[in-house]
C-alpha cells in the first residue's frame, strides 16, 4: 500500500522499482505484486520534542479512520482490516483528498502565517481566514460533483466534518508543518493550483482560491529550505513569473489574472 499525497503514485513506484529488477523479476512485479495506490486522510501531527524524548515511538492521531484504496491494483485477496474502503472508482477519491483536504489544509496555513498564526485551530478560529476557506471548499465541492459525480449532500457533508477536524486543538498541528514545501505545493496538478484549474474548467471562478494561492507565493518562512528557495526566486521573477515557472500558468492565463488582481 502506497501512502502518500501524490498522483499516480503506482506508476512512479514502477519506474523506481524496474530498474532494479531481472526481466524475470519484472514479470513477477507485474502479474503478482499489487503496487495499490491509497488515500491517507487521517491527520497525525509531529510530536514535540518533550513527547519524543519521554516516548520516541508515540504517534498522536485524530480519530478518523477511513482509508480509501484502489480495487483495480489489488492482487490476491482483499485484506481485512477496520477502515478499509475499496475503491471502484479510486481517482474520484484521490482527487476529493488532494484538491478538497490537502487544498483547504493548505489554504488554512497560508493565510494563516500571513495573519501571524503558528496553530492550525488558531487558522480555523480566525473568522475571516475560515470564511474565505468555506469558499473555497464551496467551489471545489461544485467542481468535484460535476468532474466524478459526487452526491452533492454526501460532499457537503465530509467538507463540513474536514473544518471541525481541522479546528481539533488537541492535535497541536502547526502551520509549518502544514505549509511546508511550497514549491511542491504550487505545482500545477498539486492541491492549489490543481483545484483552482478544475474549477476554471467548470466555469466556477476560484476567487477565494486565487488569495490563498497568492499568500502560498508569499510564504517565506526561514527555517523551510523550499519556501526560503520560493522566496528568493520570487524576488527575481515576480508573482507572474512564479506563476509561470512553478504553477504552469501562462502570463495570461485567467488564474494568473486572478491572482494578480
Not at 472508482?89 to 490537502?102: D, G, M, S, T
Not at 480555523?124 to 452533492?152: H, K, M, N, Q, W
Request: some cysteine.
Amino acid at each position: 500500500m502506497l501512502c502518500e499525497n501524490q498522483w499516480h503514485a503506482a506508476a512512479l513506484m514502477r519506474g523506481l522499482l524496474t530498474p532494479h529488477l531481472t526481466p524475470e523479476a519484472v514479470k513477477y512485479l507485474d502479474s503478482s505484486v499489487g503496487l495499490v495506490e491509497t488515500v491517507i486522510g487521517r491527520m497525525v501531527p509531529i510530536p514535540t520534542d518533550t513527547q519524543r524524548a519521554e516516548d520516541p515511538l508515540l504517534i498522536v492521531a485524530e480519530p478518523y479512520r477511513e482509508l480509501p484504496i484502489a480495487r483495480s491494483a489489488l492482487r490476491g485477496p482483499t485484506p481485512r482490516l477496520p477502515g478499509l474502503l475499496i475503491a471502484e472508482n479510486f481517482e474520484a477519491y484521490e482527487a476529493r483528498k488532494l484538491l478538497l483536504h490537502n487544498m483547504s489544509h493548505a489554504a488554512l496555513a497560508y493565510l494563516g502565517y500571513s495573519r501571524g498564526h503558528s496553530l492550525i485551530w488558531e487558522c480555523a478560529a480566525d473568522a475571516e481566514i475560515a470564511a474565505a476557506v468555506s469558499e473555497t471548499i464551496d467551489d471545489v465541492c461544485r467542481a468535484l460533483v460535476l468532474e466524478y459525480g459526487f452526491g452533492p449532500s454526501t460532499l457537503a457533508i465530509f467538507a463540513e466534518d474536514l473544518l471541525r477536524r481541522f479546528a481539533n486543538r488537541a492535535l497541536g498541528d502547526t502551520v509549518a508543518r502544514v505549509a511546508a514545501d511550497p514549491l511542491r505545493k504550487l505545482r500545477p496538478e498539486d492541491r492549489l493550483i490543481g483545484a483552482a484549474t478544475l474549477c476554471l474548467k467548470h466555469g466556477i471562478s476560484p476567487h477565494a482560491l486565487a488569495k490563498v494561492i497568492r499568500a502560498a507565493l508569499a510564504y517565506d518562512n526561514p527555517a523551510d529550505l523550499s519556501a526560503v528557495r520560493l522566496s528568493e526566486k520570487r524576488k527575481s521573477e515576480g508573482d507572474a513569473g512564479l506563476l509561470e515557472s512553478v504553477c504552469g500558468q501562462a502570463p495570461d492565463s485567467v488564474l494568473t489574472q486572478m491572482v494578480s488582481e
